[in-house]
């Protein structure tokens, strides 16, 4: 029974199965978990440290390196059944296809190519989001950005007169594999005195009067229709929620990722629409 305790202590955090998972018929060194679990390296070490203290993992130094594997020792049965228990748990969870997907990308190149990359990590730049009632629009790219560029990018976003996040926005960013449930309507006063990178309008009320105080950062107004201005049936207004997040999606993460486009200060209009919300 302690045993059994002991272990369930040890798998009561999700980054922890997570790294399991990554160990799956792998031997990896925390510079080749590190792009793929998050930050700090400290974090990922404590995390293995506990693993390792349960029993579940094993651990051999070669060189610099230290490497990680699931443990096969047959003489502790409860350790043996657990990992044999979480072979076949969340293989279709998706956030389990992601972590594998980027690890087989991560593992492309060499090990000490790997920690080199990640003792160079750059600050992540911050992007912040505004349209009107911060209610669809600005919701999905500030979940789209964070979900697809989270490595380089932290958005945020606020309105001039914060409502509530659309329930279809939710909704068709749940589609996708995104959780954003949790999310609020956020006024633009909250952030004042923080510094962005970006500040992205999303209409035209927003572009017209977003406020001096995000002065001196890469202004752009890029414009979307307004998805929550849809009329029809369930499905009509979710088509549309749809066709807007994937504008959002394309639009915006390209003009992020520019090449060298993006470092003056000065103000700018592109997007596939310029619609008032």
Not at 34 to 50: E, H
Not at 74 to 89: E, K, S
Request: proline content about 5%; overall charge neutral; charged content about 30%.
């Amino acid at each position: 029974m302690k045993r059994h305790i002991e272990i369930s202590k040890a798998l009561a955090d999700q980054n922890r199965l997570r790294i399991l998972k990554l160990l799956e018929g792998r031997e990896l060194c925390v510079c080749q978990m590190l792009p793929v679990i998050g930050g700090p390296a400290s974090g990922i070490s404590r995390n293995l440290a506990i693993l390792k203290e349960a029993g579940l993992l094993e651990a051999q130094k070669e060189g610099r390196w230290i490497r990680y594997r699931l443990n096969q020792d047959r003489t502790d049965p409860a350790g043996r059944q657990t990992l044999d228990l979480i072979a076949g748990w969340l293989n279709d969870d998706p956030r389990i296809i992601k972590d594998r997907e980027e690890l087989e990308r991560v593992l492309k190149f060499p090990l000490e190519e790997i920690c080199l990359r990640n003792g160079k990590k750059k600050k992540k730049k911050k992007v912040l989001f505004l349209c009107t009632s911060n209610s669809s629009r600005s919701q999905m790219a500030e979940a789209l950005v964070n979900h697809d560029l989270g490595d380089r990018f932290e958005a945020y976003s606020a309105g001039m007169k914060p409502t509530t996040p659309h329930p279809a926005a939710l909704r068709v960013l749940a589609e996708i594999g995104i959780d954003h449930s949790r999310a609020r309507s956020k006024p633009m006063d909250e952030f004042d005195g923080q510094i962005f990178d970006h500040v992205i309008t999303l209409c035209h009320d927003a572009n017209d009067t977003c406020p001096v105080f995000f002065g001196g950062v890469k202004r752009a107004h890029i414009g979307f229709e307004d998805p929550a201005k849809a009329s029809g049936t369930e499905q009509e207004v979710l088509s549309i929620f749809r066709r807007v997040r994937d504008e959002i999606r394309k639009t915006i993460e390209a003009y992020l990722l520019a090449p060298g486009d993006n470092d003056s200060p000065e103000s700018e209009k592109i997007g596939p629409e310029n619609h008032p919300e």
